[in-house]
């Protein structure tokens, strides 16, 4: 797709110059704001996550995974309802939710756009998308199921669903498989989420 207008258009199109298609996400690290809003609004790109998008882009968990790469520090992780978000199945939260794991030794400036936290995470808890690191989908829903808020269970308990039923999971038997041992923190209120998702699984 080529954007009209852009001065600077050449340095963003393939190295083919018969080819003027532009990159699948753009930032501010790309184009001035004022020329991405101008392309907003004559209908050119749209804004997905911290970029814009050319819109024969489709959306998808890989598009929206690398439109949080200029929020993410690195070595960082897409993690809880941002990581839902990606797989398409919450609202895009206010904040990003990002972790990073223990000894990873990553320094970010705050933000009120993104929350970052140390976890023990391993590769396998991971997948690659857009170029970036998310969480899996039973992943994310063991992470949330732990740590949202207790008042959250009214949006909560379908999310948790809708991320097994994505991680092609038919019951809550490996969820709760990781949430058993004692030590995990908010074991408690992670169990009993579960059991009511188990009870949403069998009933679907």
């Not at 904040?95 to 030794?105: I, M, N, P, S, Y």
Request: aromatic letters at 4%; glycine letters at 4%.
């Amino acid at each position: 797709m080529k954007i009209s207008g852009f001065t600077n258009l050449g340095s963003l199109s393939t190295a083919n110059p018969a080819c003027s298609r532009m990159p699948a996400t753009l930032s501010t690290a790309d184009l001035p704001l004022a020329e991405l809003m101008c392309a907003r609004l004559d209908g050119e790109v749209y804004p997905l996550g911290e970029c814009w998008c050319p819109i024969d882009e489709i959306d998808s968990p890989n598009l929206r995974a690398a439109s949080l790469a200029p929020l993410l520090p690195r070595r960082a992780i897409i993690e809880r309802h941002s990581a839902a978000w990606v797989y398409d199945l919450c609202p895009e939260p206010a904040q990003h939710e990002f972790c990073v794991d223990l000894g990873a030794r990553t320094h970010a400036q705050p933000s009120p756009r993104r929350h970052l936290r140390e976890v023990v995470c391993p590769t396998d808890d991971t997948a690659e998308l857009g170029g970036v690191r998310v969480t899996t989908p039973i992943r994310t829903a063991i992470d949330l199921a732990r740590w949202a808020a207790p008042n959250a269970d009214d949006h909560l308990l379908p999310l948790l669903f809708a991320l097994l039923r994505y991680g092609g999971f038919t019951d809550t038997t490996q969820a709760r498989a990781r949430c058993e041992a004692r030590s995990i923190p908010h074991r408690g209120i992670a169990l009993r989420r579960l059991a009511a998702v188990e009870t949403l699984l069998r009933s679907d």
